[in-house]
Structure formats: C-alpha cells, structure tokens
C-alpha cells in the first residue's frame, strides 16, 4: 500500500468521525443512570449512535456505560456540554471522561530485539486498522532501525545497562514528553520504573507471553514446558509497579501437546502475542477500556 493511499484512507476516516465523540462513566449502580445520560445528551443535541453497559450488580454494585455520539459543530459544543454534564455526574457520583473520535491518539512503541509484536502494530496501522498515530519507536538495540524507518517513524536508540538503566530511562521520558498519550512495550524486555510509570498511568501497555497469572516473570515457555502444559496464551495488561500484575486487557490461548518443544511452543506464541497486544491497542485508542481496581471492563 502506498504513503499516498493510507493518507487519503486515514484523511477519510477522520472526516467520517470530525463530529463523534465518546463518553465513558463508572459509578454506583442506582435506577435512572442510562435514562438521565441519554435525555442529557438528547437536550444538548447528540445523537447517539452506540451504547454499551455493564453492572457488576444491580444491587450496590458498579455500573460502567460507553456512549458514542455524533454532535453538530463539536468543536464549538463538546466543551458546552463537558461544563454542563458535571450536574449529572455529581447526582450519581460518577467518574467519567469524554473523547474526541477524531483526535488520534499518539502511540511510542518500545520494543528490544524480537520484532513479530512491532511488525503486527506497523501493517495494522499502515493499512488502516489501528486508528492512531504512531509519533515513534524507541529501542535498546539497533535491530529493528531500519525497518521503522522505512514506514517513515522516528526510531531512538537509547541503550540500556545496569548501570545506566536511570540515565537511559530519562533520555526515554525526554523523547515521549508532550509526543505520545500511549507507552506500547511490544517486547520491550526491561523493567519500567514507577517513576515512568506514574507519567502514563494506566496508559503503559504490555504483552507478556504467557496467560497470566500462570508463569510470571522470565521464560514463561520454559516454564509452561517443564509443567507440560496443553494451553499455552499470551497476556496484555496496563503496567503497574506490580510485575505482570496490572489490570488485563487481552489475552487468548492455543491448544498445545507433548509433542511441541520449547522453541514450537514460542513459535506458536509469537503469533498470539501479536494478535492480543493488536486487539489490546485497539481497543484502548477507540475509548473502550474502563480501569475498576484491578480489572478492566472492555466493551469490544
């Protein structure tokens, strides 16, 4: 596909969504939620156009709703209707945010020497499908330079050591700021220091390879292998200062057998990884993850 032709696909894409908007809301569970939002936005001349919700329980639980809605002149009227929903969302002490569909999100893939998780998030976007902008690529290794260039994405070599893991981590949080809403770690295999981790709350993505909470931590293949395990997965999770303990947003498995070795069982991985850390990513730019504690509500 030409330079030329994703332009022109993703200019069109952005003119079918200049007036859409979406609105996320958790709070508690109480009668009237979804009929004084709906009538709210109706006054305000919204048109709804997709609505997904959630009650952990009816009865004094949580209640999480996505709206999606078209407004004339949005520019002019969002930030009306932001001010005014605040009665709203005072009477049913609710935490909410609202989102232009149109302004895409800037992503800062991190990556280390394995490329099958970048390559995926690069022919995605490059095709249309992952409605982002990928503002650059940041490595520890020189691997994968050439290839991102080649898309016409920024690539920063920021060497990692013990030793220079505090120096090398601020060079990172240099490059990002003011230039990326989402950390993507397409195997990006260092620590992330909860100092970084405070800049982007809930707004680091990782894939870990295996199906948490089973295997934490290093060569999860092995690990699955020693155990001579029949379902192997891949996992994508918000970073936490919780090692592969941060709220799950994707994960998918694949039958196995006692014939596959470790190296059948990675190869098998790679291609899951790849598909949950795509489907993961996706769905957080389109606004359709909502953080609970721990866990996420994600309206696919």
Same mark, same amino acid.
């Given at each position: ?228 395990? @029949?379902? #192997? $997965?891949? %996992?994508?999770?918000? !970073? ?8 799950? /947003? =994707?994960?998918? &498995? ?11 069982? @990675?190869? #098998? $991985?790679? %291609?899951?990884?790849? !598909? ?8 957080? /730019? =389109?606004?359709? &993850? ?11």
């Amino acid at each position: 596909m030409s330079s030329q032709f994703n332009q022109s696909q993703n200019a069109a894409s952005a003119a079918d969504k200049s007036g859409r908007a979406r609105m996320l809301i958790s709070c508690p569970d109480r009668p009237g939620i979804v009929a004084a939002v709906s009538h709210f936005l109706y006054e305000h001349g919204a048109n709804i156009v997709q609505s997904d919700q959630y009650s952990m329980d009816p009865e004094g639980g949580m209640f999480f709703i996505r709206f999606e809605f078209d407004l004339n002149d949005l520019d002019r009227e969002l930030p009306v209707l932001v001010e005014d929903f605040a009665r709203v969302a005072d009477r049913f002490d609710m935490k909410w945010h609202t989102f232009r569909a149109s302004r895409k999100k800037r992503l800062a893939i991190f990556v280390s020497k394995e490329d099958h998780c970048l390559l995926e998030l690069l022919w995605q976007w490059k095709a249309g499908d992952l409605d982002a902008d990928i503002s650059m690529v940041i490595s520890n290794h020189l691997d994968m330079q050439e290839m991102v260039q080649s898309f016409g994405i920024p690539y920063h070599h920021i060497p990692v050591t013990a030793d220079t893991k505090a120096e090398a981590e601020k060079k990172q949080m240099e490059v990002v700021a003011d230039k990326a809403d989402i950390i993507v770690l397409a195997r990006y295999m260092q620590i992330i220091s909860p100092k970084f981790i405070e800049q982007f709350p809930n707004r680091i993505i990782n894939i870990h390879h295996s199906f948490l909470p089973a295997f934490v931590g290093g060569k999860p293949y092995a690990q699955a292998y020693t155990r001579g395990v @029949k379902l #192997i $997965g891949a %996992t994508a999770h918000y !970073v936490t200062e919780e090692l592969d303990g941060g709220p799950i /947003i =994707e994960q998918d &498995v694949e039958r196995v057998s006692h014939r596959d070795n470790v190296n059948e069982l @990675k190869r #098998i $991985g790679r %291609t899951i990884e790849r !598909v949950v850390l795509a489907r993961a990513v996706k769905w957080h /730019i =389109e606004d359709r &993850v909502i953080v609970h504690q721990n866990k996420t509500v994600v309206f696919n």
